[in-house]
């Protein structure tokens, strides 16, 4: 009988060390799956934060402030949700930033924060007050000048720092003048930038001037509307009047459709003929924009060199509608103005003036400026 409850009992011993092995493995594989979740989004996190300050350091030498000596004033911290180390991997690629920029970054101590404890107590109260002294120095002018004086510094910084769940990270960056404290320059930097959409549609303006050479002139009689005569290889001038409208299709500005509408102005002098041809043609057309090396990383960011393609319904007064198809590179040295070169081809163009029949050129040229209204 005893021999078989010593079995017994080295039986239920060894299924209880075997089930509380298991549960020890099991909650194991538990903690590491957590630990390596956690570690997943530190990871995300980080690389949130490298590619807003990647965008910032994009934005930085296009800034239209002088760049000189610049502090960091204050950072402001706007969600619980944001952990200390965040809040220090964001200052310190926010400095690396400036500190590979033409900026000369200072770190000013009377403007970071900290909290200085005082003790106050009587026979029957005690009191322990926390300050920040900072706050003085961050917030009154004259203390203010007083630092940027000390430091010699032309701008400060101040941070915003925001998280959200959709957004990610939320990020205002703004400069200001150390002397007179206006704002110079503000940006917002959001690290989830799928959430906004595309852009908003905006218009521009063209003004060119285009060159239709080798183009073949009729002059036509007043009565009966026979050829009266043709000259060949004329070179006339035409100015474009257009306005369009564009919208990205994505979150930058890499693809854009849009349409025009405008007015063409033809003039020039037929060889050995007193009197000049003056034709003006309505035109409207669809258009096809791509984007190519962009002025920033971020949303909504600008490019250096665009081109449009585009097909163009130019309406002749006298006889119906003719189609021809251009291509403009446009450089953009500013965000609002720009420049291009225009190919126009017009496989069967005629312009109708009231006495004057103007027959195209295949291919033709031209120039002009661009304006962002």
């Not at 989004?41 to 965008?55: M, T």
Request: hydrophobic letters at 40%; aromatic letters at 14%.
């Amino acid at each position: 009988m005893m021999k078989t409850f010593g079995k017994f009992s080295l039986l239920f011993l060894a299924i209880f060390c075997l089930n509380f092995s298991a549960l020890s493995q099991k909650s194991n594989r538990k903690e590491d799956k957590k630990n390596l979740r956690t570690i997943a989004e530190k990871e995300a996190k980080v690389k949130d934060i490298k590619g807003v300050f990647n965008r910032f350091g994009q934005d930085l030498p296009f800034m239209s402030i002088r760049q000189g000596r610049v502090g960091i004033r204050s950072v402001e911290i706007k969600s619980p949700k944001i952990s200390s180390w965040e809040i220090s991997m964001i200052r310190s690629f926010f400095e690396e930033s400036l500190s590979n920029s033409l900026f000369d970054y200072v770190e000013i101590p009377e403007f970071e924060k900290r909290l200085v404890s005082s003790i106050y107590s009587t026979d029957t109260t005690f009191r322990l007050v926390n300050r920040d002294p900072s706050i003085e120095y961050r917030y009154n002018f004259d203390s203010v000048q007083s630092v940027v004086r000390k430091y010699r510094i032309d701008q400060y910084v101040a941070l915003r720092i925001d998280y959200d769940d959709f957004f990610g990270y939320i990020i205002g960056v703004t400069f200001y003048d150390a002397k007179t404290i206006s704002s110079q320059w503000s940006k917002t930097y959001i690290s989830n930038e799928r959430g906004l959409g595309s852009p908003s549609p905006f218009t521009r303006t063209d003004i060119a001037m285009v060159f239709l050479n080798n183009t073949t002139v009729k002059l036509l009689t007043q009565a009966g509307g026979v050829d009266s005569a043709s000259f060949s290889g004329v070179n006339f001038i035409a100015g474009d009047l257009e306005y369009s409208w564009q919208q990205s299709s994505s979150m930058k500005n890499t693809f854009m459709i849009g349409f025009h509408g405008g007015v063409r102005y033809v003039y020039g002098v037929i060889p050995g003929v007193q009197n000049a041809a003056t034709i003006i043609s309505p035109r409207t057309g669809l258009d096809v924009y791509l984007g190519f090396l962009p002025k920033g990383m971020g949303f909504n960011s600008k490019n250096w060199i665009s081109v449009k393609l585009s097909a163009d319904a130019n309406i002749r007064l006298n006889q119906g509608v003719f189609v021809n198809s251009s291509t403009n590179i446009y450089a953009y040295p500013t965000d609002n103005f720009g420049i291009f070169l225009k190919l126009e081809y017009n496989p069967q163009g005629t312009y109708l003036g009231k006495n004057t029949q103007i027959q195209l050129n295949t291919l033709n040229l031209g120039l002009g400026i661009n304006v962002n209204l």
